[in-house]
């Protein structure tokens, strides 16, 4: 089966703008995580989307935001954006329920400048 | 919350020694503990995980084990190989039902020398 894909693949903007993120999950996987990787950072949790509700959140400020759709795919929005955002943002697919693998998508390598 | 401490955050052996990252959480309710690798421009791929209730889980040359009492788990990897080479991501999450979040440790970035 498919696996996660992400759109776009890359992004440059600059500070102020905003951007929209879209992931699209595996088939029949209806929960939706998104992380934000930087160097040296790890991976950053910002949310986690199910059944199109906003399950869980990390800490990051409001300017982070999410929404899922009925079909599962989710996009996240950043408004605007600072130098600081540059990072490769991944979003990963599961069940959404009990305890199991996360598959990741390839990720958007957003740059602000 | 729950916090994931991952050491040593680079390592670096000879092809065909033994590689071991050790991970330490602080949620004594975590039940889960997968490890994903992320090769350079690649996203990170499960490559093993753990449940609470085994102490020790094998894949080929792979192995993790997990100590629920110290609350910490470790990643061996024997007879490396260059393709070992990644970033290793520790991870700790709790029952999806009380809503948990997957926690990931900051990463080691093993290096395999040939």
């Known amino acids: 089966k498919a696996g996660v894909t992400q759109t776009p693949r890359y992004l440059i903007k600059t500070r102020g703008q905003q951007v929209t993120l879209s992931c699209s999950p595996i088939s029949g996987h209806r929960s939706v995580s998104w992380y934000q990787q930087t160097p040296g950072q790890g991976l950053q949790f910002l949310f986690e989307?199910?059944?199109?509700?906003q399950r869980n959140k990390g800490n990051f400020p409001g300017r982070f935001s999410g929404r899922q759709f009925s079909n599962s795919r989710s996009e996240m929005n950043v408004s605007t954006l600072e130098l600081g955002d540059s990072a490769l943002y991944l979003c990963a697919s599961d069940w959404g329920v009990g305890v199991d693998e996360q598959f990741f998508g390839p990720g958007t390598r957003l740059t602000v400048l | 919350g729950e916090n994931v401490e991952q050491h040593p955050s680079t390592l670096s052996v000879q092809e065909g020694d033994s590689a071991v990252i050790k991970c330490t959480y602080s949620d004594s309710a975590s039940n889960y503990f997968p490890w994903y690798k992320q090769e350079l421009g690649k996203r990170p791929q499960l490559i093993i995980d753990?449940?609470?209730?085994?102490g020790e889980k094998k894949d080929q040359r792979i192995a993790v084990t997990l100590n629920k009492t110290a609350k910490h788990f470790s990643l061996h990897i024997t007879e490396t190989q260059p393709e070992d080479s990644a970033v290793y991501f520790c991870a700790a999450l709790g029952m999806k039902t009380s809503y948990d979040k997957v926690i990931f440790g900051p990463g080691t970035s093993l290096s395999v020398i040939p």
């Open positions: 989307y199910f059944s199109e509700t």
């Open positions: 753990i449940r609470s209730n085994v």
